[in-house]
Every structure is written in structure tokens, then in C-alpha cells.
């Protein structure tokens, strides 16, 4: 076979292709497989997050904002231990951004609270003097898109095997589950319920009415979202 | 003289030449230039020279060189090969490289292979052992210089850089305590470990009054409320806090080990506990900052402390 390669130089240059490949593969993929596994502590998100993590996108605060913390001193003392590959195991498509203009938010849920997100997406100067960020007023009228958060969740449940209903170990010993509801309905019930947490904590009177009249204002999922960035 | 040869001279006198014109009138060649110059001038020189002389011996060794020595004995397909000495030169290079790849792969890969979190785990370590060493005594101006900047980063974005709370979006630390948190601390308890651990207050139903032997009513509520936050001065109010807050925090509202936090001051060990624990109260939450190290507590603590001073 070898002789008759020799004699073939396309052929011949196949098989160099496929040998080099196939060593590539099996040097590469399983270092790869091992990094990219969910780091302990990793959840998949709640369908209020997922809604509020299409509300981030909707809005692109990720062409202002990164969520890539580097091993650098400067930026682990300022936004936390840096970032591993595993903790992105369940973001599609992932937000590390290519640009900061506002500072990094991987983990701004350890450093932000509900109260401080609202305010800041009233007027973000009225809290950060200086900033250029503007404004984000129609977050609190326009309703978040459970639905398709919802869909998104199945999707990657059924296609992915996103760990859903399933025990999940935390970083303390414990053990943690994420609930995917069994229909539409219940999933709009359960992000009710998680919505009105958040609106328990906020002040804006008609964002805590719509909440009471069945409705998740954009803001509360996208606060939903921001908080569980840890 | 050899065609070749005279070609290197035609072009070393351009490119001198053109050298001149290019960097001459800059000073180089002349007398004003600084010796910076007239250094780089002369390596141009040399450059151009040792060039030409290098590219005209091998062009000309190309030209007239025939291969010489002595053939070994065996032929393929008639093409032989001399039998020659390896260079020196090439010799030690090549067991310079077996010692090398001994080194590579016993120490210089496993050992001393570079990784990005590596140098980052130097660069923490070499940073942390300097701020040791420069902060190791810091006497009290220096401590609440450096909770002075550690403030701007960490907290300013919620407390403002005057440490007011802008409007009411966080406490403001220029003062221990206000009018609607007491309020809404009496009237709904708290459990914000201030002291470092779990220890609840009681909400309005279980906050008796000594003086009147009955719970606690909206009235005093509201005058206890106004003296605490004003600096327990004054005698409205004092009477109540006498007869209901006293017990628990201390007759000058300076609390008591492991009983209640101090609501007459600041002081750093409240303050480190809210920065453990974070806190939640009538305007919202404050997450804990576990982050900051110990010797930034401190400095946070006694920063914000000087600020109702």
C-alpha cells in the first residue's frame, strides 16, 4: 500500500493529512474535553436567567461589557478569581466580549446587589458619577421573552444533556438542582416565582405591579441574570 | 580585475554614497554629530562592506571552486561521496544540542515549562510579600490613607465617593445609623450578624418597654428613632431607649459583646463583620466583600470609622 502511495502524490498527501490529523485528535481533544467540563459549583441557568441573559443580549451589553476575567493581580483583586474555562460549560454562545468599556461582569453578582442593578439602570450616572453608559428606562416596561427561554432550555437539555432536574455539586459539599419545568406553563410559574424575589428587593412601583399582575418586567430578568454571575 | 569583483566595489560606493546623502546632512559625517550617530554611521559602513565581501567570495567560490578529496569506495548509480572530516566546529554544536535535550526533557519542560497562571501565582506572591513588607506597621494615618483609597474602589460605587449614599441609594457612613433604618430595624427585626454571628433582634412584638411595661407603641417608636439617629443627645427619646433599646445595647448605645452591635459608632470590628457578612436593611442589600484581605479591612474599618468622627 505504501508503494502504491508513493506512486499516487494526491493520495499520497491524503493519508500525510489523515496520519498528522488523527495525532492532532487524540494530543488535543481530551485536554480540551477535560478543561471545557462545568467547573464545581457551575449551574445551568433558571429559565428567569436564561430570559435575562437574552435580555444582556438583546441589548448587547456585551460590546461594552466582557465577562473574561485574565490572571492578572490589577484585575483578581478588582472583579475576583480569575476565569476558568469550565465556568462557561452552559453559556451559548458564551459573553466573553472583545471590549471594555464599562468593567467586567463575570462575576458581578458577588459585588452587586438588586437594589444597586436598578438604580443603576435608571440613570447609571446618578450612582456612578462619570459614567457613559446610558440609560436602560424601557427594561422596565417591556415584558421578558419566558417562552423562548423556555425553549432554550429544553433544546440544550434534550441536544446538549445540560444537567436540568439532576443534582448538581457545589463548590461547599452540598448539592443543588435546577428545575426545567415539565410545560410551558409551569415554566412561566416558576419564573414568576422567582421574579417576585427580585421585585421583593427593588422599588420602582410599576415594575412590582406588573410582577403582582403576572408579568416579569425585562429588568427583573436581566437582575435575575446579573445576580447569578458569580 | 574580476568582473565580480568589481561589482562589490560599484555597489559598496553607491551604498556608501547613498548613505552619506541619507544620514550625512543629519550631522553623522560631519563634526556636529553626537557619537550615537557616528556609531550608527560607522556600522552602516562595516554592514556594507563585510557584505560585500562575504556575497563576492561565495559568488566567486560558486565560479571557480571544484570539489576536492578523496572518494569513497562506494558508488550509487554513479554518484560518490568524499570521504571527509566532520567540522569541528559542527561536532561540539551537535553534543552541545545532546546535553541540551537531556536538560529539556528531565528539567527545562517539566520544571520550568511556563504557564500563564504560574506567572500569576509569582506575580501575587511578589506582590503580597512587598505589601507586607512595606505595610507591616502602619501607623493610623497611613491605614486610613489606604481605606481612603480602597473606599473609592470597592465602595463609592454604592456609598459615593462622599460616603453620603447618594440620596439614599446606600447608607450614609458619614453617620452610625438613620432615622427610617432604626425605624425599619425596630419594626422588623434584624439579623445582620453584626456582631460576626447569628444573633436576631427581635421585630416590634417582642421589643417591651421597662418603663411602661407594654410593647413598644408607634410614638416612641418614632422618638426613639429620632434620638439614635441623631447621636443619642437630647432627652426625647431617651426615656424609651432607656426603657427598651438599653438592655440589649448598652445604656450609651455602645452595645455589648455577643448581646448587640454598637448603633452609637462606627468602629472597625462592625465594620469588618458587615464587610463578611454584607447586610440587609430598609434601603436594600450590601453584598459581603470577602475579597479584601485583612490589612484592607482594617483600613476600611478605620477609615469609615474616622468619617463620623
Known amino acids: ?230 | 580585475m574580476n568582473k565580480t569583483v568589481l561589482a562589490a566595489i560599484i555597489v559598496v560606493i553607491a551604498m556608501l554614497g547613498f548613505t552619506y546623502v541619507a544620514v550625512g546632512g543629519a550631522g553623522g559625517m560631519g563634526g556636529e554629530g553626537d557619537w550615537v550617530n557616528k556609531l550608527a554611521v560607522l556600522g552602516a559602513v562595516v554592514l556594507v562592506i563585510v557584505t560585500a565581501f562575504v556575497v563576492t567570495k561565495y559568488v566567486r567560490q560558486m565560479q571557480f571552486d571544484r570539489a576536492s578529496g578523496k572518494l569513497a569506495d562506494e558508488n550509487w548509480d554513479g554518484i560518490g561521496e568524499y570521504k571527509n572530516e566532520l567540522p569541528f566546529g559542527w561536532a561540539i554544536i551537535f553534543l552541545g544540542l545532546v546535553i541540551w535535550a537531556i536538560w529539556y526533557f528531565l528539567v527545562g519542560y517539566p520544571v520550568n515549562a511556563y504557564s500563564q497562571i504560574g506567572e500569576y501565582n509569582e506575580e501575587v506572591a511578589a506582590h503580597d510579600a512587598k505589601f507586607e513588607a512595606q505595610y507591616a506597621n502602619m501607623d493610623d494615618a497611613t491605614l486610613k490613607e489606604m481605606g481612603g483609597s480602597i473606599f473609592i474602589v470597592q465602595c463609592a460605587p454604592c456609598h459615593g465617593l462622599q460616603a453620603d449614599g447618594m440620596d439614599g441609594k446606600a447608607a450614609n457612613l458619614n453617620h452610625r445609623i438613620a432615622e427610617a433604618s432604626v425605624k425599619h430595624v425596630i419594626q422588623n427585626g434584624s439579623n445582620n450578624q453584626l456582631l460576626g454571628m447569628e444573633m436576631p433582634m427581635p421585630d416590634r412584638n417582642g421589643l417591651m418597654n421597662a418603663n411602661t411595661g407594654a410593647l413598644i407603641t408607634d410614638a416612641e417608636i418614632d422618638s426613639v428613632a429620632k434620638y439614635v439617629a441623631g447621636g443619642m443627645k437630647g432627652t426625647a427619646g431617651a426615656d424609651v431607649f432607656a426603657g427598651v433599646c438599653a438592655a440589649c445595647h448598652g445604656p450609651d448605645g455602645k452595645g455589648m459583646d455577643m448581646v448587640a452591635p454598637n448603633i452609637a459608632e462606627f468602629n472597625p470590628t462592625l465594620i469588618a463583620n458587615v464587610l463578611k457578612h454584607g447586610k440587609k436593611g430598609v434601603i436594600g442589600q450590601m453584598p459581603a466583600f470577602n475579597n479584601l484581605t485583612d490589612v484592607q479591612v482594617k483600613a476600611l474599618g478605620a477609615y469609615v470609622t474616622g468619617l463620623s468622627k
Open chain 1, 1 to 230: 500500500m505504501f508503494h502504491w502511495l508513493e506512486k499516487h502524490p494526491f493520495f499520497f498527501a491524503v493519508a500525510v493529512f489523515v496520519t498528522i490529523a488523527f495525532a492532532g485528535l487524540i494530543e488535543i481533544l481530551p485536554n480540551f474535553a477535560e478543561a471545557s467540563r462545568p467547573v464545581i459549583g457551575t449551574k445551568p441557568y433558571s429559565t428567569l436567567e436564561l430570559a435575562g441573559r437574552h435580555v444582556y443580549i438583546k441589548n448587547s451589553c456585551n460590546a461594552c461589557h466582557s465577562q473574561l476575567v485574565r490572571p492578572f493581580k490589577s484585575e483578581t483583586d478588582r472583579y475576583g478569581h480569575y476565569s476558568l474555562s469550565g465556568e462557561y460549560a452552559y453559556d451559548r454562545p458564551f459573553l466573553w466580549g472583545s471590549k471594555r468599556t464599562g468593567p467586567d461582569l463575570m462575576r458581578v453578582g458577588n459585588y452587586r446587589t438588586t437594589d444597586w442593578h436598578e438604580n443603576h439602570m435608571k440613570d447609571p450616572a446618578a450612582v456612578v458619577p462619570g459614567s457613559i453608559m446610558p440609560a436602560y428606562g424601557w427594561l422596565f416596561k417591556n415584558s421578558a421573552d419566558i417562552d423562548t427561554a423556555y425553549a432554550e432550555q429544553v433544546t440544550v437539555n434534550k441536544v446538549f444533556a445540560v444537567p436540568y432536574n439532576a443534582e448538581i455539586p457545589m463548590a461547599d459539599g452540598s448539592k443543588s438542582t435546577v428545575k426545567l419545568a415539565a410545560t410551558l406553563d409551569e415554566a412561566h410559574a416558576d419564573a414568576l416565582e422567582e421574579a417576585k424575589v427580585i421585585a421583593a428587593d427593588m422599588k420602582d412601583q410599576d415594575v412590582k405591579d406588573a410582577v403582582a399582575a403576572g408579568n416579569i418586567p425585562e429588568i427583573v430578568a436581566l437582575i435575575a441574570y446579573l445576580n447569578s454571575l458569580k
